[in-house]
């Protein structure tokens, strides 16, 4: 086998914790929950889950508020059952990445209580206070991502501090050098208790203008769009700075062994490949969520795809990402027949794949009615869907009325759909679910589909193809992004897999086939090219 480490050829898969499985009867999943299931994420083919944060919380931004670093919320669970997780996964032969969430804590974190407590507390410094603008106002322009601006006037002080997110959720200084060593501590502390690394929240955005300077008006803002896109964030985020606490993090991770560092970060491509660092030395893997954004068409996947590899670093290994819990669902955005074809790219693309959990069996968006609401995004700048509760229904095991994830009444609406659940579609040859499980394994036991080059990227019409290959082994994928049938070339093969299941195993001669309208395949090229 190569030299790769575990993350490279790795399947990581999501868990939503307040959706995945609830043990306890609150109806909000739990951490017993996901040991429960380990063996289904074993069993579909995954070696890694990241959880999103589970860290005692006020949850007004549901965990990404963080009261205390270095402790679980009662409602997930305790540290003991933390470790038990982390044991099981580890027998299962499964690596457990944990959420970071250094950016930010919550105002109920006792730093920030220190810190607004007087101008001369020793944890001042730790958050972003500066005084009023002479007109009383905020200091400057900077909006918050959830809407207004993004300074609270503090009474008591006389002063406002800054937050990216929620006013309950104060942006941490990354200037002072306490708050770094204090995160650091964070990091061992769970490193220390086994984990395999870390997803690290807004990455991006750690570090802010040091003179505190305007953000300069963006002119192609639209109406409707987010309240903070009225600007560029030229001083607000991607600063320089930011790439030597990414070196720091990743030092301290390294000191552990072969541990992975992967980072939140929404950037073009060019700034996001910096986060790799110079030598190497920064993100093990800056997330790359240009599938979720991108118009869905072959001419336009091609064009990433290919865009991306060549903007790599020569040290940098790729990864991609189809959904996360800050976005609509791939079944939603592209459909329930396409999210296959979108299984079968995430899957044969060069790089680390991360799924988002429920993909795997088609879930698609819930409805959530306005008496159900949770997300802030959405309570705070209602009606421009920036509302998250969709894609965070809980995970559905069954067709029971709630899903089978949980004895009490679910925090969020099951989200439902004739079928979309494991049970029923663990007996059925032609599911999603047996899809993503042939997926995974064929991805599992070819390592041209995990470290082969990727070459030939080509659209033509609606489909998109390519070839993945090592050594003498090479495959060919194609692609039909659209429901329409098309002809496309292959080459002389074996039909190893097909997202509608038909004439897999079948000889093909070439030179080309017939792809119905919204079908994948994988044929193992019978001759080098
Ligand atoms: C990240 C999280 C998102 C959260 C935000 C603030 O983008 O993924 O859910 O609201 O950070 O922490």
Same mark, same amino acid.
């Given at each position: 086998m190569s030299e790769l480490a575990w993350w490279q050829r790795a399947v990581i898969y999501q868990v939503y914790p307040r959706s995945f499985q609830d043990e306890n009867g609150d109806g909000i999943g739990d951490l017993a929950g996901i040991t429960a299931r380990l063996h289904y994420l074993r069993a579909l083919g995954a070696d890694a889950l990241w959880i999103s944060p589970v860290y005692p919380s006020p949850m007004v931004d549901f965990g990404y508020d963080v009261a205390d670093y270095c402790a679980i919320a009662p409602m997930f669970g305790t540290l003991d059952d933390f470790d038990r997780l982390v044991t099981h996964a580890?027998?299962?032969g499964l690596k457990v990445l944990l959420d970071f969430v250094p950016n930010h804590s919550s105002d109920k974190h006792p730093w920030f209580t220190e810190s607004r407590s007087s101008r001369d507390n020793p944890k001042r410094d730790w958050y972003l206070w500066r005084d009023p603008a002479p007109d009383g106002g905020p200091p400057n322009n900077w909006l918050s991502r959830? %809407?207004?601006?993004?300074?609270?006037? =503090?009474? @008591?002080?006389?002063?406002?501090?800054?937050?990216? +997110?929620?006013?309950?959720? !104060?942006?941490?200084?990354?200037?002072?050098?306490?708050?770094?060593?204090?995160?650091?501590?964070?990091?061992?502390?769970?490193?220390?208790? %086994?984990?395999?690394?870390?997803?690290? =929240?807004? @990455?991006?955005?750690?570090?802010?203008?040091?003179? +505190?300077?305007?953000?300069? !008006?963006?002119?192609?803002?639209?109406?409707g769009e987010p309240d903070h896109h009225r600007q560029l964030q030229t001083y607000t985020e991607d600063q320089p700075e930011v790439h030597d606490i990414v070196r720091s993090m990743r030092a301290t991770l390294d000191e552990y062994g072969e541990r992975v560092l992967i980072g939140e970060i929404y950037l073009p491509v060019p700034q996001l490949v910096s986060y790799y660092g110079p030598n190497g030395d920064g993100a093990n893997m800056p997330f790359n969520f240009q599938l979720i954004s991108a118009p869905w068409n072959a001419t336009e996947i091609a064009r990433i795809v290919s865009e991306y590899d060549h903007a790599l670093p020569l040290h940098a290994w790729p990864n991609w990402v189809l959904g996360n819990h800050d976005n609509p669902r791939v079944a939603s955005r592209i459909g329930v027949r396409q999210a296959r074809v979108a299984a079968m790219l995430l899957l044969t693309l060069r790089g680390t794949p991360t799924?988002?959990?429920?993909?795997?069996?088609?879930?698609?968006?819930?409805?959530?009615?306005?008496?159900?609401?949770?997300?802030?995004?959405?309570?705070r700048q209602p009606g421009i869907g920036q509302g998250r509760d969709p894609e965070r229904t809980p995970m559905q095991w069954d067709g029971s009325p709630n899903a089978g994830f949980s004895s009490g009444v679910?925090?969020?609406?099951i989200s439902g759909g004739d079928g979309i659940n494991v049970v029923d579609q663990d007996s059925k040859p032609s599911s999603m679910l047996m899809f993503y499980r042939r997926l995974l394994a064929l991805r599992g036991s070819e390592p041209a589909l995990v470290e082969g080059a990727i070459e030939r990227v080509v659209s033509s019409g609606s489909v998109l193809t390519y070839e993945r290959h090592l050594g003498d082994h090479r495959f060919f994928i194609a692609l039909n992004m659209a429901g329409a049938d098309a002809q496309v070339e292959v080459p002389q093969g074996t039909l190893v897999l097909s997202?509608?299941?038909?004439?897999?195993?079948?000889?093909?001669?070439?030179?080309?086939?017939?792809?119905?309208?919204d079908e994948g395949i994988v044929i193992r090229a019978s001759k080098p090219a």
């Open positions: 580890h027998e299962l959830m %809407g207004g601006s993004a300074w609270e006037w =503090d009474r @008591l002080t006389g002063q406002y501090y800054y937050h990216a +997110f929620l006013r309950e959720q !104060p942006d941490l200084n990354w200037r002072n050098a306490d708050v770094r060593t204090a995160m650091d501590c964070v990091m061992r502390f769970w490193l220390d208790r %086994g984990v395999d690394g870390f997803r690290v =929240d807004v @990455l991006w955005l750690l570090i802010k203008d040091a003179l +505190f300077r305007d953000n300069p !008006p963006n002119p192609q803002f639209k109406a799924l988002y959990y429920g993909d795997e069996i088609g879930m698609t968006d819930g409805t959530i009615p306005p008496d159900r609401v949770q997300d802030p995004a959405e309570l679910p925090w969020l609406p997202t509608t299941g038909c004439h897999e195993g079948e000889r093909i001669e070439g030179p080309s086939l017939l792809l119905a309208g």
